[in-house]
């Protein structure tokens, strides 16, 4: 059995489903939609996320987008019993509550690192609201290496994928040291973090580039 996987591989959220998929060792067809040429909002794409956003899974007929949702499903279907996603409510709560912060974050992170390159909306709001966030997630990371427990969760995965637009885009973590700290360490410790993560700052300007001719 295998799951289809849509995804394209710049998009957080879309790196952190395909993370999971390697700690899940689930088989895999990944369906690169590439949305610097728009293939997103084709009928065929739309047909399995309505939306057009990436990432989206087809397992079988069960078509789902929104990757804290796949996250949440993939561990239940196919790791009932890992720790990635623990059973135990107040540990599953705090897993849960740092998807939410992430899908909270993670806008900011986008608009001021990678559209703020090609669309004009950028606002001072943004800005602050950003370093507010990071202020907050810094604090709550403190001198941990996994965000809950001593151990991997999916947690780690949706906000490492989210702040490494922040990596590639250089943006100033000077005041933000834990989170620094926490991204370097989880890169070094997860096998598949580099090959899926590892942009560098020049590929992540190129994409803007391919971005701002559409
Ligand atoms: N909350 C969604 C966000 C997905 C999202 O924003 N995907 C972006 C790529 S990072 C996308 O598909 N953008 C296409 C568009 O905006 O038209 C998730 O976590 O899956």
Redesign the pocket.
């Given at each position: 059995m295998s799951i289809d996987l849509y995804m394209?591989p710049?998009?957080?959220?879309?790196r952190?489903?395909l993370m999971l998929t390697k700690e899940l060792n689930i088989k895999t067809n990944i369906k690169i939609?590439e949305?610097c040429v728009g293939q997103?909002?084709q009928p065929e794409y739309l047909s399995v996320?309505p939306?057009?956003?990436?990432?989206?899974i087809d397992d079988n007929g069960y078509k789902l987008?929104?990757?804290?949702?796949?996250m949440q499903y993939l561990c239940s279907k196919y790791g009932p019993d890992t720790q990635l996603y623990p059973k135990d409510l107040e540990t599953r709560a705090e897993v849960d509550r740092w998807l939410y912060t992430d899908?909270t974050l993670?806008?900011f992170i986008?608009d001021v690192t990678f559209f703020s390159k090609f669309r004009s909306i950028l606002t001072e709001s943004t800005i602050s609201l950003l370093k507010d966030n990071l202020k907050l997630v810094n604090q709550l990371i403190g001198d941990k290496t996994y965000l809950v427990d001593n151990h991997l969760t999916i947690a780690d995965l949706?906000l490492s994928a989210s702040l490494s637009f922040l990596i590639y885009y250089n943006y100033d973590l000077t005041d933000y040291p834990n989170i620094s700290r926490w991204y370097i360490s989880l890169s070094k410790l997860l096998p598949y973090f580099e090959e899926i993560n590892g942009f560098t700052s020049d590929e992540a300007n190129e994409i803007v580039s391919k971005m701002q001719k559409i």
């Open positions: 394209w710049f998009s957080p959220p879309s952190a489903v939609i949305l997103h909002l996320s939306g057009g956003l990436v990432p989206a987008w929104e990757s804290r949702a796949i899908c993670f806008p986008r949706s």
